[in-house]
T-cell receptor, first 119, second 116 residues
Framework: AQTVTQSQPEMSVQEAETVTLSCTYD???????LFWYKQPPSRQMILVIR??????QNATENRFSVNFQKAAKSFSLKISDSQLGDAAMYFC????????????????FGTGTRLQVTL | DTEVTQTPKHLVMGMTNKKSLKCEQH?????MYWYKQKAKKPPELMFV???????INESVPSRFSPECPNSSLLNLHLHALQPEDSALYLC???????????????FGAGSRLTVL
């Protein structure tokens, strides 16, 4: 079974600064997807960024980027130029790519990191 | 339309009540999910529907009864719940996962359930 570990229960960053959230995972599979989801106080889970394991290039979405180290099974999220609206719970998640056609799949979440953004 | 809509946003019920949570999407997604999330915890998968058929049941107690009447709707029927069932219930949808694409889950804002 796959596991996802987020070792930082809480992080704090000043506005306009950069912060990195860590995530490690354990799997015996070679083909999978990794995600970072954000859950603000409004409760809705919002996709921040995704990474396909077969792609060596790190994914980037505007101020958000990842450092994907497949051999180390590490998938950290870097938030640049932090904004007050970035304050939320961030979940790292794993999904296997080894699926039978027509079968939906499971998303395995880490325990989350609560990010505070200060002025 | 790129949203998953959940109703009601808040629900308070007694242990003998019968109630339902509703989820709707119009993105053409054929996989729909129910997750349960306790405070300060990650979401836990409860059920998955693929092409309107139940494909995953994570050993959820029978007091939770899912229903997928069509490709746009997902219900969660609640009966004889316990106080420990109080939680945020999240619905999500996605394309049915295949080898192409990450088939991202789109989540609703959740229904916060309180069982008295």
């Amino acid at each position: 079974a796959q596991t996802v570990t987020q070792s930082q229960p809480e992080m704090s960053v000043q506005e306009a600064e950069t912060v990195t959230l860590s995530c490690t995972y354990d799997t015996s599979e070679s083909d999978y997807y990794l995600f970072w989801y954000k859950q603000p106080p409004s409760r809705q889970m919002i996709l921040v960024i995704r990474q396909e394991a077969y792609k060596q290039q790190n994914a980037t979405e505007n101020r958000f980027s990842v450092n994907f180290q497949k051999a180390a099974k590490s998938f950290s999220l870097k938030i640049s130029d932090s904004q007050l609206g970035d304050a939320a719970m961030y979940f790292c998640a794993y999904r296997s790519a080894l699926l039978m056609t027509g079968t939906a799949s499971k998303l395995t979440f880490g325990t989350g990191t609560r990010l505070q953004v200060t002025l | 339309d790129t949203e998953v809509t959940q109703t009601p946003k808040h629900l308070v019920m007694g242990m003998t009540n019968k109630k339902s949570l509703k989820c709707e999407q119009h993105m053409g997604h054929r996989a729909m999910y129910w997750y349960k999330q306790k405070a300060k915890k990650p979401p836990e998968l409860m059920f998955v529907y693929s092409y309107e058929k139940l494909s995953i049941n994570e050993s959820v107690p029978s007091r939770f009864s899912p229903e997928c009447p069509n490709s746009s709707l997902l219900n969660l029927h609640l009966h004889a719940l316990q106080p420990e069932d109080s939680a945020l219930y999240l619905c999500a949808s996605s394309q049915v996962p295949g080898r192409s694409g990450a088939n991202v889950l789109t989540f609703g804002a959740g229904s916060r359930l309180t069982v008295l």
